[in-house]
C-alpha cells in the first residue's frame, strides 16, 4: 500500500516538473525583455537596446519554423518560435515608436517605397524599394519592419518548398536556424563595445539570457535534440558570458562613451 503511494506520489512529481519545464521553454525566453520593456518604457530612451537582438531573433525562429516541415522537433520548439516571434515585434514597436517621439529627423527612412506626394515623408518616390544598406533596420516606423519580416518570410518559405526533399538542405537550414539563435547576444555585445558602455541595456535580461540559455541547453542534451541545437546552444551561453563580462569591465573601469553626448542631446531636445 505504501509502495503504491510513493508510486503516485512521483507520478505526480514528475508531471509537474513535465509541466514546469514545458512552461519553462516555451514562456522562458520571452522572460528577460520583460526589464527591457519596462525600462525603455519608463525612460523613453531605446539608445542601449540593440533592435538587431530582433532580428537575429525573428530569422532563428522564422527558419526553425520552415525547419520542422523537413524535420520533426518537439510541438513545445514550435511554440517557443511562435511566440518569440511575436515578442520581438512587440520590441520592435515599442523601440520604433520611442526613437521617433525622440528623433528630430522628419525624414523617412522606409523599406517599401512610398508616394513623393506625401508632404510628411518628403522622400523621392523609386520603382521598388527606398532601401539604403546604411538605414537597414534603422527605419522609421513600425510597418517598414513588418513589410521587411514577411518578404523575409515568403522567400525563406518559397526555397523552403522547393527543396523540402534535399536532406542536405533541410540540415543545412537547421544549423542556420540554431546557429542565427546562438548569435543573440553578438548584436548587444557589438553595441556594448561601440558605447564603451553597458549602460541603457537591462542586466536582468542578460542574467535571464544566461540563464536561459543554460537551461535550455540542458535540455536539448537530455532530450537528444538534434545535434544542431546542443552545439550552438553551448556557443550561445558563451556569448552571454562575454556579455557579462563586459558589464564587469565597464563597471569597474568606465569609459566615456562618444555617443553619450548625442544620447542625452537628443534626450534633452525631446524633453
Known amino acids: 500500500m505504501d509502495d503504491e503511494v510513493f508510486d503516485q506520489i512521483v507520478t505526480v512529481f514528475n508531471s509537474l516538473v513535465s509541466w514546469v519545464a514545458a512552461g519553462a521553454m516555451v514562456f522562458g525566453g520571452v522572460v528577460p525583455y520583460i526589464p527591457q520593456y519596462r525600462d525603455i518604457r519608463r525612460s523613453q530612451n531605446a539608445e542601449g537596446f540593440s533592435t538587431y537582438v530582433c532580428l537575429v531573433l525573428l530569422v532563428a525562429n522564422i527558419l526553425r519554423i520552415l525547419f520542422r516541415f523537413g524535420r520533426y522537433f518537439e510541438t513545445l520548439l514550435l511554440w517557443q518560435s511562435i511566440i518569440m516571434i511575436a515578442t520581438m515585434l512587440i520590441m520592435l514597436n515599442l523601440c520604433t515608436n520611442v526613437r521617433m517621439a525622440t528623433d528630430l529627423n522628419t525624414k523617412r527612412r522606409s523599406f517599401i517605397a512610398t508616394d513623393s506626394k506625401d508632404e510628411e515623408i518628403r522622400i523621392p518616390k523609386r520603382?521598388?524599394?527606398?532601401?539604403?544598406?546604411?538605414?537597414?533596420?534603422?527605419?522609421?516606423?513600425?510597418?517598414?519592419?513588418?513589410?521587411?519580416?514577411?518578404?523575409?518570410?515568403?522567400?525563406?518559405?518559397?526555397?523552403?518548398?522547393?527543396?523540402?526533399?534535399?536532406?542536405?538542405?533541410?540540415?543545412?537550414?537547421?544549423?542556420?536556424?540554431?546557429?542565427?539563435?546562438?548569435?543573440?547576444?553578438?548584436?548587444?555585445?557589438?553595441?556594448?563595445?561601440?558605447?564603451?558602455?553597458?549602460?541603457?541595456?537591462?542586466?536582468?535580461?542578460?542574467?535571464?539570457?544566461?540563464?536561459?540559455?543554460?537551461?535550455?541547453?540542458?535540455?536539448?542534451?537530455?532530450?537528444?535534440?538534434?545535434?544542431?541545437?546542443?552545439?550552438?546552444?553551448?556557443?550561445?551561453?558563451?556569448?552571454?558570458?562575454?556579455?557579462?563580462?563586459?558589464?564587469?569591465?565597464?563597471s569597474r573601469f568606465p569609459q566615456k562613451p562618444l555617443s553619450h553626448t548625442v544620447s542625452h542631446t537628443t534626450s534633452a531636445k525631446a524633453l
Open 127 to 250: 520603382l521598388f524599394l527606398d532601401f539604403d544598406w546604411n538605414y537597414f533596420w534603422s527605419w522609421s516606423h513600425f510597418m517598414d519592419y513588418m513589410q521587411c519580416v514577411l518578404a523575409f518570410t515568403l522567400v525563406a518559405a518559397y526555397v523552403t518548398y522547393l527543396l523540402l526533399d534535399s536532406a542536405l538542405f533541410v540540415e543545412s537550414l537547421g544549423f542556420l536556424a540554431v546557429f542565427t539563435e546562438a548569435m543573440l547576444g553578438t548584436p548587444q555585445l557589438y553595441c556594448n563595445y561601440q558605447n564603451k558602455s553597458t549602460e541603457g541595456m537591462s542586466i536582468k535580461m542578460v542574467l535571464m539570457w544566461t540563464s536561459g540559455d543554460t537551461f535550455k541547453t540542458g535540455y536539448f542534451l537530455l532530450t537528444q535534440a538534434p545535434v544542431q541545437f546542443w552545439t550552438c546552444g553551448l556557443l550561445q551561453v558563451g556569448v552571454d558570458f562575454a556579455i557579462l563580462f563586459q558589464v564587469y569591465y565597464y
